[in-house]
């Protein structure tokens, strides 16, 4: 296969973003048409990807021809194929339940999608860590333009909250990174963690202090205690196509911290080795708890979602908290799942909230749901699947969670675990059941209450039959992301492949 | 010739230095706004124009000679009237009542 | 040539601009700030209304003489009124009847007042027939007006008809 | 003597920065700051020039030609503001 | 020189972490410039601090360190300043959208009432 | 085959759910085709299993995991299967005739399909997880059954209750079966169950017996956790017919008997499972007595017996699990029956309400006779099935084992459950069909249809006939499943209906006396009608999930109260405890430093002051603005003085037009801030801004005095030879990591989108506005226009030599939007846009494509994305010119910071004030 392909994953949305700049904005239908083509070339593209990962290998590309530790390095392995494929997947249903009709109220919403793409999967497969920083900037402006175009009202208040609180996480980055730089002079990962491998134990603490710094900074974008009281809110606040897309935006940050500190300070680091799991345990378990608690109490089906996605990210960090190919491997599996049933729930809480007139999305009011069967269904099965339920994705995720916990902390963790499931259960049924159930009012005049859109129900349907799938397939689904997790927890051939990468001879002035 | 012309280098730099400073006292200084303006707008003005002029004459002696300063120069003064003009504006805004009565 | 220059100074500015930027009169730079002395006034052209028009470029270069003079030596005395007691200066607006019409012509005549020491052109009066100036050291409001008018407007009328 | 002539004219310009300073910092109104901003990005022009002739290079050429360009789109905006409020109408 | 630059970021980060916990929107704009500033100097400052020497090779000067400084902290403030000048412009744009909507510049979209605590 | 038994249920059910909801009949057949045929293949499965080598099958799922889907038909597995397709089958029967034209019949038989294939699934796994999978499934499916009618209120809480209950069960039966798992090393049935004494020995146990017995207590409704299944009642008759008989409640001690070899065997088994078990015996029948719906006596009375069951299997012995497992199937015949009869009552007559029926004997005898036979079935009454298992229920509990106490308390416990439960039996003959009444009827009841009834006689009928010859009946069914479990460990029993007057035969006759006495006593003593029971556990259930749902709001809304201030100082003291930790245990030395030039302290002077200016006047913004601009300035002195003077040109302009924005948005916000109340907090911010300052300048000193050895050493070696320009910065910004420059002119650009798009068609009432018309500015606008072409050249000159002196694309595009903003300042932007209309949007557009496909040029040349390409070309009259494709990236960088920029000027400047016309 090419080797661009492992840069075409964030060209291509780029490409698709400025033509649909320069082609205008009047014809919507244009528009649709280059955004889902995008969208299912980034499919395309990720699927490649994750099929040559699959080797083993650590693919390497030289961006501009220098060598890894100078120049910009993008790096596809099996974990970056994971989360592309995971970005991809669920961004083309995304964009589908847009094109439904929110993209004609929201000024330039394909333009932002594209970027948010752009940005995402350019996080996920750089390997340099200001490049990172360079693409967690493009998706979050990207998501800035998302959550607030067309926005009004309490939105507007929410978006603030928003962009503030990721401006100041941006700012903390760029501290940390400027640290590691000065106390490493490298921001190549690879290179970074040969260097931080070589720093002596009597030297290491500012170099620990700078690692805090960005592993705030992760779990501030991934949500985990305290950092995420902003997220439920402004979750569900969000329109639900790009509610939808923030279901990967936390898994970014966890993506983030599974990347950096498993390589850079992670196995071959030396004296500061191993860095961040022991936080992430017991913060993640913790977050997991408050999450679950909120959704019990959520007074919205959109802030159910937004607390179940919460908790997912929690979930995950309990997995990169044990820190062991099992568990990471188990934690991969569950991320993609949370991912596309995330995304489900929170299109599902929008169709639901079109449909009921009065109500909405509320869970305290009543009113009279139409097409009560097709949502219930749909409701169910996703309910099922986010509670960790069997036979769906959430079931093998959480039993794998499960069965990844070492002995020394069983008897903490799946209570934890187990009793989390049991209060998502409880707030599931309960909110189902009174969407679905507890009818009341008037049946609403016709015309009052808009049919259903196709396009936004199929996005919905696809997404919870991609988590569906997700589960058929679970065998080789969880062996990938175990063998992903293997790779990640033994660094030393990533780091030797960057490092040994050579720009190709020939071309210079 | 070069010693004469670095001593006019240096009167040129103390010169403008010295114009400069004096602006600047003015500024910190006087006790009415509308004075206060006069000082740096013109002073620092010609004081940087005075470094300006010696340092093309020091680019001269050095054998380089450069004509750059002047569009510093140039865009100084173009600029600088601007700036005095709008702030006594500005302060006639805020403080209509130091504004003479329109003419007849 | 009027559709190639409609403003042959500034033309010959972004010319003069050019060449001293790049401190070269290299062919290459010539030939470039030659373009750009076409190009850029064009461009610009879209935003300006009315072109500045001088009449008299040699009466302008003089006009231009005796205003660095007069900053020079003006701030002389500035100067010395700064260091001096606050108490002996007696400030002042004064409004200063205009009989320039050209708008060029008023705006060079405000920034020569303001850029002289001791004078700073503060408005211009909705009529558009009258500066207001401050005065650093107002002694006698009418010979300033005259001085003014005589020094600086009578040749910026010729200048800007 | 030019290398002393250059520091003493530094001096100068460094005490007449500290004199803006002052002014910035102590107002009272509004169009003094403004003027006291101006007047810093003014005196800084010359230093930046007679640092670069210290130095002997021509680096800080581009940003003295800036500031004196551009230098006063700050007092332009301020002083819009005060004047109108909405500085673009 | 070190201690004074790095008291001046530290000036800079306090000033800008106590504006930034403001409760109006303008405010926390106010401190995140003065942080933006802070993050420039410091991450600058990383590549350690060279007076006169600036980054850019000519013939006759060998191209080390010890003739130039870190170019790639400076590299690194550019984009820095770009991003963070282009989140500045978003944040005003949402701030001034905010208030219109809910006529109040109070960053949590309502005007504290009284008794409410920290 | 197995596997098509397994997947017939599941088929049907979504073809039917896929039904409109007027395809009654069609449902109906095919819900029924599947007990038919599922029957008919475990017919044909039925030799292998009775010859006791069984059937499997095995499918790979998730092999990493363990979990396959492995099924298994031992003799266990087929009577359950065999009850759950045979009763299965009357229900639908018995369905397609009791719901009414309201009910939807495809919704019904689908989720009642899914339960029945949920329920196979349970009994032949033959993998503990899938045991678990199934399990959950028969919980949810429940769920949905039990909340069939839920436009009631108690449907809804009723299969909340039931999922609340049952699905924490099976989570803690996933966490039981993991460990049960870990210790036998294999989720595989057969392993597991050969692993017993090991399990046994395992220090983990106690743990995986507590979560499995989880498990069955819940599901089987075992005390204290029974309350639910009364209030499931409030499902259609159908349902409880079929739940609370063969199914549902009997995987709990399905699940008992299934791991009898593996979890059985300790002392710890034997008091929890039969103490538990005696407790709901007894707690469940004489509950029964007192209540007054009959699917509440019904519930109660199946509460009993699953306590009967599982204190039967806590007993272990051997005799004892035969016992259980007779009774199993006893209990299932004459429970379903009751319940479809106590469905044609309520069909009948309206009402299932004890208090108001009487007398139905005389009306609808025939239906009277099947639910006396089936009564005294439950009653233990000798001829009949129920006799049967219960006398060799008293055999056992006379022979137990262990603690004095705990074989007292047994054999009491028999006898007395024994008599409460005839005293239940007697309530329901009694009171439903003789005495006075039926009260309030509307109708006159009747007979129910012909086949509604049938499914009531062929139950009836199974009754008898075990009841009476069971060595002809049951004898085979009942030898295969006790093989399931006990494997060779079978022992001899008889099941003759008389084997001599013995103590078991002298329990039964005395419970069943003392029941007749306790019946007529009871209901001469007390009002029977009067009592009511509200069920304490459905009490303690409510208020604790909504005291619990009530606190985690409360909870929530402490801690996400919605306050930036709280997020983002959370943010500062995560940074500052993350930060500070790893000094805990370190000290650090100061390096060396070096001298500082003079120059220094002024901009030191300058910087620090005008920071502390700007916070103490923080207040007033726009004084902070003007005070902050010297803090620019002292930033950009700073880079100047340390060698960087892109860096100071780009500080410098966007300095400029962030005023400018700031300016623009102050327009639409307060002057001032209001002094905030709480003097605490800002004492508080105050020493944690202090903290986060020291913090940092301490972490910035100890780095930047430490040597360093970076990888710039080698880009400013690479710079001129490989990136072909001498500005190394500029370089690294277009080349050696102009994948950063592609990402920031994206941000870039699309931040100046979202201006546009929050800003495009937006009205906003301005703080103050200032009277009169705007002044024309005619002065500042004649001289800005003089400068803009030559602002133009100055902009181009330092594009152009970016690459190798400072300047460069991001530098050029301010210089060009700086006096394009004085022009918006002085002019206004109708004026401008008139004039210079750009659409922006697609500029930047432009601008990105430019950048992007120079990048895309190396392709072409085999090369990687973005690979410079620097030539000279030769030019008559000037030479040769060095033309780097670097320099067509910087053009892109250019076209985006320019448009961007003034885009967002243009729209900040663009908005209106309610009610203003355009152009005003
Ligand atoms: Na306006
Ligand atoms: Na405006």
């Known amino acids: ?509 | ?104 | ?161 | ?89 | 020189m070190e201690l004074a630059l790095s008291s001046f970021i530290g000036v800079l980060v306090a000033g800008g972490v106590y504006l930034l916990l403001r409760a109006r929107s303008f405010d926390v704009i106010l401190g995140l410039t003065l942080l933006s500033y802070a993050v420039n100097l410091l991450i600058f400052s990383m590549g350690r601090l060279v007076v006169g020497k600036p980054p850019i090779v000519a013939e006759g000067l060998a191209p080390t360190l010890a003739n130039h400084a870190d170019p790639l902290p400076q590299a690194l403030v550019l984009t820095a300043i770009v991003i963070s000048f282009a989140m500045t412009a978003v944040l005003l744009v949402v701030a001034i959208r905010s208030r219109g909507e809910s006529r109040t510049d109070h960053v949590d979209g309502d005007e504290p009432r009284p008794g409410d605590g920290p | ?920």
Not at chain 6, 183 to 208: C, F, N
Not at chain 6, 343 to 351: N, Q, V
Not at chain 6, 495 to 512: E, K, R
Not at chain 6, 712 to 733: F, R, Y
Request: aromatic share 8%.
């Open chain 6, 1 to 920: 085959m197995l596997e098509a038994l397994l997947a017939i249920p599941f088929v049907l059910a979504l073809a039917i759910g896929l039904l409109p909801r007027e395809r009654r009949r069609t449902a109906a057949w095919l819900a029924g085709l599947a007990p038919v045929a599922g029957l008919v293949l475990l017919a044909l499965l039925t030799p292998p299993v009775l010859s006791g080598e069984g059937v499997r099958s095995l499918t790979e799922w998730v092999p990493t995991l363990g979990l396959a889907v492995s099924l298994r038909l031992d003799g266990l597995a087929w009577m359950f299967a065999g009850l759950v397709l045979a009763i299965g089958g009357l229900i639908v029967l018995y369905a397609r005739y009791y719901l009414s034209e309201e009910d939807s019949m495809p919704r019904f038989f689908c989720f009642l399909l899914l339960f029945m294939g949920s329920m196979l699934g349970l009994v032949v796994a033959g993998n503990l997880i899938l045991m678990a999978v199934f399990w959950e499934l028969t919980s949810v499916s429940s769920f949905l059954l039990i909340g069939f009618w839920n436009h009631r209120s108690d449907a809804r809480e009723g299969a909340r209750m039931a999922l609340a209950i049952t699905g924490t069960g099976g989570l803690a039966l996933l966490g039981g079966v993991v460990l049960l798992g870990r210790i036998a090393g294999s989720y595989e049935l057969d392993v597991v169950l050969a692993a017993g004494p090991q399990i046994l020995a395992s220090p983990w146990y106690p743990a995986a017996l507590g979560l499995v017995l989880l498990a069955v207590f819940t599901k089987s409704a075992q005390f204290p956790f029974q309350f639910w299944l009364p209030h499931a009642m409030a499902a259609p008759t159908p349902v409880s017919a079929y739940l609370h008989s063969a199914t549902m409640v009997k995987a709990g001690v399905f699940l008992l008997a299934r791991l009898h070899p593996a979890l059985a065997g300790s002392d710890l088994f034997f008091y929890v499972v039969s103490g538990i078990g005696a407790v709901t015996l007894l707690v469940g029948s004489w509950h029964a007595i007192f209540q007054h719906d009959i699917k509440g006596l019904l519930a109660y009375s199946t509460i009993s017996h699953l306590g009967l069951i599982t204190l039967l299997f806590g007993l272990s012995t051997p005799m004892a699990v035969v016992a259980g497992l007779f009774h199993i199937i006893n209990h299932a015949t004459f429970k379903a029956s009751l319940f479809m009869a106590a469905g044609i009552i309520d069909h009948e007559t309206g009402t299932r309400d004890m208090r108001r029926l009487g007398g139905l004997f005389k009306l609808m005898p025939y239906t009277g006779a099947l639910a006396i036979i089936a009564s005294l079935a439950m009653a233990g009454v000798p001829l009949l099935n129920g006799f049967l298992s219960k006398e060799m229920f008293f055999t056992e509990a006379l022979e137990v084992e262990g603690h004095q106490f705990m074989r007292w308390g047994v054999a009491a416990a028999a006898v007395l459950a024994g008599a409460f439960g005839v005293a239940y039996s007697l309530r329901f003959v009694d009171d439903t069909f003789f005495g006075p009444g039926p009260l309030r009827i509307e109708t006159t009841p009747h007979e129910p249809p012909r086949w509604m009834r049938i499914p009531v006689e062929v139950l009836v009928v199974v009754c008898l006939a075990v009841g009476i010859v069971p060595a002809l009946t049951i004898a085979p069914v009942l030898h295969a499943a006790a093989t399931g479990v006990l494997g060779d460990d079978v022992p001899a029993y008889s099941l003759a209906i008389w084997h001599g007057l013995n103590v078991p035969l002298m329990m039964s006759l005395f419970g069943l006396a003392a029941g007749i006495a306790l019946y007529f006593g009871i209901k001469r003593l007390i009002d029977l009608y009067g009592i009511s029971y509200d069920s304490l556990g459905r009490r303690v259930f409510e208020w604790k999930t909504d005291r619990a749902i009530a606190w985690a709001g409360r909870l929530t809304a402490t801690l996400e109260n919605g306050s930036l201030q709280r997020y983002l100082g959370l943010m500062v003291l995560a940074a500052l405890v993350m930060g500070a930790t790893p000094f805990l245990a370190a000290s650090l030395s100061p390096g060396g430093s070096q001298p500082m030039p003079p120059l220094g302290w002024l901009v030191w002077a300058v910087g620090v002051a005008a920071t502390l200016a700007t916070v103490a006047l923080h207040r007033h913004r726009l004084l902070a603005l003007v005070v902050m601009g010297a803090v620019g300035l002292a930033v950009s002195l700073a880079f100047l003085l340390l060698s960087a003077p892109d860096l100071a040109l780009t500080q410098l302009l966007v300095e400029m037009v962030t005023i400018a924005l700031m300016l623009l948005a102050l327009n639409y916000l307060p002057e001032e801030s209001p002094v905030e109340r709480s003097r605490l907090r800002r004492w508080r911010d105050a020493a944690i801004a202090l903290a986060a300052g020291g913090g940092t300048a301490a972490l910035v000193h100890a780095a930047i005095t430490r040597p360093l050895d970076t990888v710039a050493t080698e880009m400013l070696a690479l710079s001129l030879p490989e990136g072909g320009g001498t500005n190394v910065v500029n370089v690294i910004l277009v080349d050696i990591r102009g994948f950063d420059t592609l990402g920031e002119i994206t941000v870039f650009g699309v931040a100046g989108l979202i201006v546009h798009a929050l800003l495009r068609h937006v009205r906003l009432r301005p703080e103050r506005v200032v009277d009169g018309t705007p002044d024309p500015l005619l002065i500042p606008n004649l001289v800005a226009r003089l400068l803009l072409p030559l602002a133009l050249a100055v902009s181009l000159y330092l594009f152009l030599r970016g690459h190798n002196l400072p300047g460069g694309g991001f530098i050029a595009g301010l210089v060009l939007a700086v006096p394009m903003l004085l022009q918006y300042v002085l002019s206004g932007t109708d004026y401008v846009e008139q004039r210079l209309g750009f659409d922006y949007p697609r500029v930047i557009g432009l601008g990105l494509a430019a950048a992007l496909l120079t990048g895309l040029g190396s392709w072409l040349l085999g090369y990687p994305y973005m690979t410079s390409h620097t030539d000279y070309v030769a030019v008559p009259l000037l030479g040769k010119l060095p033309l780097a494709s670097a320099m067509a990236f910087d053009t892109g960088v250019y076209l985006v910071v320019a448009a961007g920029t003034l885009l967002m000027l243009g729209m900040m400047g663009s908005v209106r004030a309610p009610g203003a016309r355009r152009g005003g």
């Open chain 2, 1 to 104: 010739m070069s010693a004469l012309m670095e001593i006019l280098v240096c009167a040129m730099l103390l010169l403008g230095g010295g114009f400069a400073l004096v602006g600047s006292w003015g500024l910190a200084k006087l006790g009415d706004f509308y004075l206060r303006l006069h000082g740096p707008t013109k002073a620092s003005t010609l004081g940087v124009g005075g470094v300006l002029i010696a340092a093309m004459l020091w680019q001269l002696v050095q054998g380089q000679p450069s004509l750059r300063e002047l569009l510093i120069t140039l865009f100084l003064f173009m600029t600088a009237p601007v700036s005095a003009h709008l702030l006594a504006k500005a302060a006639l805004a805020l403080d209509p009542a130091s504004r003479p009565a329109d003419p007849k």
């Open chain 1, 1 to 509: 296969m090419s080797p661009h392909l492992v840069v075409a994953p964030i060209l291509l949305p780029l490409l698709a973003g400025l033509l649909l700049l320069v082609l205008g904005t009047r014809r919507v239908q244009v528009q649709r048409w280059i955004g889902t083509l995008a969208c299912l070339g980034g499919i395309a593209l990720a699927g490649a990807l994750a099929l040559q990962a699959d080797d083993g290998g650590t693919r390497v590309y030289l961006v501009g021809n220098w060598a890894a530790h100078l120049g910009i390095a993008l790096v596809a392995d099996r974990l970056a194929a994971i989360m592309l494929l995971a970005t991809a997947l669920l961004a083309l249903p995304c964009l589908v339940f847009a094109a439904g009709g929110w993209d004609r109220r929201a000024p330039h919403f394909h333009v932002f999608f594209q970027f948010q793409l752009m940005g995402l999967n350019g996080a996920f497969l750089t390997g340099d860590l200001f490049n990172l920083f360079v693409f967690f900037e493009v998706l979050l402006i990207a998501s800035y333009g998302l959550l607030l175009s067309g926005g009004r009202g309490l939105q507007m208040r929410s978006g603030l909250q928003y962009v503030a609180f990721n401006i100041t996480a941006s700012t903390l980055f760029l501290v940390a990174l400027g640290f590691i730089y000065g106390l490493t002079g490298a921001l190549n990962m690879a290179e970074l963690a040969h260097r931080v491998g070589q720093v002596p134990a009597a030297e290491a603490a500012p170099l620990k202090a700078a690692a805090g710094l960005l592993l705030v900074v992760f779990c501030a974008k991934a949500a985990l205690l305290p950092l995420y009281f902003w997220l439920p809110e402004t979750y569900a606040r969000s329109p639900a196509a790009v509610a939808a897309m923030f279901a990967i935006m936390t898994k970014l940050g966890v993506y983030a911290v599974l990347r950096v500190f498993s390589l850079v300070f992670g196995a071959e680091a030396g004296a500061l080795a191993g860095l961040a799991w022991p936080w992430l345990l017991p913060l993640g378990a913790a977050t997991l708890v408050l999450a679950t608690l909120g959704a019990l109490a959520a007074p919205s089906l959109r802030l159910l979602a937004a607390y179940l996605v919460l908790g997912s990210a929690a979930t995950l960090f309990i997995a990169l908290g044990l820190a062991s190919a099992d568990a990471v491997g188990a934690g991969l599996y569950y991320l993609v799942h949370s991912t596309l049933v995330g995304g489900a729930l929170f299109l599902l809480a929008d169709l639901v909230r079109k449909q009921r007139d009065n109500a909405g999305d509320s869970l305290r009011k009543f009113d009279r749901l139409g097409p009560k069967a097709l949502l219930g269904s749909l409701f169910l099965l996703a309910a099922l699947s986010v509670a960790g339920l069997p036979p769906l994705s959430g079931f093998i995720g959480k039993f794998s969670l499960l069965a990844a916990v070492p002995e020394a902390h069983v008897a903490w963790l799946w209570p934890v675990l187990l009793g989390t499931g049991v209060l998502t259960l409880i707030a599931l049924a309960g909110a189902g059941s009174h969407v679905f159930w507890r009818e009341g009012g008037e049946v609403p005049a016709a015309g009052r209450v808009p049919a259903l859109r196709r396009a936004e129900v199929g996005a919905t349907i696809a997404l919870l039959a991609l988590g569906v799938l997700l589960a058929v397939a679970g065998g080789p689904a969880l062996r990938y992301a175990q063998d992903a997790g293997a790779q990640l927890m033994s660094p030393a051939g990533y780091i030797e492949q960057v490092r040994g990468a050579l720009p190709r001879p020939g071309v210079s002035p």
């Open chain 3, 1 to 161: 040539m009027k559709a190639w220059f409609p403003a042959p100074l500034l033309s010959l500015a972004v010319f003069v601009v050019w060449l001293l930027l790049a401190a070269t009169l290299d062919p290459a730079h010539l030939l470039l700030a030659a373009v750009l002395a076409v190009l850029l006034p064009l461009a610009a052209q879209r935003l300006r209304g009315e072109s500045a028009g001088i009449r008299r470029p040699l009466l302008a270069v003089r006009l231009g003489l005796r205003v660095l003079g007069d900053i020079v030596m003006s701030n002389l005395e500035v100067a010395g009124r700064i260091l001096g007691r606050e108490s002996k200066i007696h400030p002042g607006f004064v409004w200063i009847p205009l009989e320039i019409t050209n708008p060029h012509g008023i705006a060079a005549l405000a920034g020569i007042i303001t850029m002289t020491p001791g004078t700073l052109s503060a408005e211009l009066a909705p009529d558009g027939r009258h500066l207001l100036v401050h005065c650093f050291h107002l002694d006698d409001a009418a010979a300033t007006i005259a001085q003014i008018k005589q020094r600086y407007e009578s040749p910026l009328r010729e200048i800007f008809p």
């Open chain 4, 1 to 89: 003597m030019i290398e002393t002539c250059l520091d003493i004219t530094l001096g100068l310009f460094a005490l007449a920065m500290l004199l803006n300073l002052f002014r910035l910092l102590r107002g009272p109104t509004l169009p003094d700051r403004i003027l006291a901003l101006d007047t810093l990005y003014v005196n800084t022009i010359a230093l930046l020039v007679l640092v670069g002739l210290r130095q002997g290079s021509t680096i800080h050429f581009e940003a003295a030609v800036v500031i004196a360009m551009l230098g006063f789109v700050g007092t332009v905006v301020l002083s819009k503001f005060v004047i109108r409020r909405d500085i673009i109408e």
